[in-house]
């Protein structure tokens, strides 16, 4: 079982940064790639990036150019680099512990407890 804890939500005005933390601890040894998600409230939860372990990443159009998905392979913690933020990015944000398999993100069974983003004047 992988535990995931997510930091650094908070307020901020459109057009401002944050940076998410995930940091992972337990059975990793499996896991290949790292994910975030985010949940508006009345949507689905989304998938806005992934990081495979060489370090390829992908992101959802929605935030490509704007977020970055990085990791620190030492102190096992992935970041998400939020820039020029806008209301839409308003959202629990969720990281897991996956796989990328067949250039698909298979996310895997082990959720944090989700950082509140919230992008308001």
């Known amino acids: 079982q992988v535990q995931l804890v997510e930091s650094g939500g908070g307020l901020v005005q459109p057009g401002g940064s944050l940076r998410l933390s995930c940091a992972a601890s337990g059975s990793i040894v499996n896991v290949n790639a790292m994910g975030w998600y985010r949940q508006a409230p009345g949507k689905q939860r989304e998938l806005v990036a992934t990081?495979?372990?060489?370090?390829?990443?992908n992101y959802a159009n929605s935030v490509k150019g704007r977020f970055t998905i990085s990791r620190d392979n030492a102190k096992n913690t992935v970041y998400l680099q939020m820039n020029s933020l806008k209301p839409d990015d308003t959202a629990v944000y969720y990281c897991?512990?996956?796989?990328?398999?067949?250039?698909?993100?298979?996310?895997?069974?082990?959720w944090g407890q989700g950082t509140q983003v919230t992008v308001s004047s």
């Open positions: 990081i495979v372990g060489g370090g390829s990443t």
């Open positions: 897991n512990a996956g796989l990328y398999i067949s250039s698909s993100y298979l996310p895997g069974s082990s």
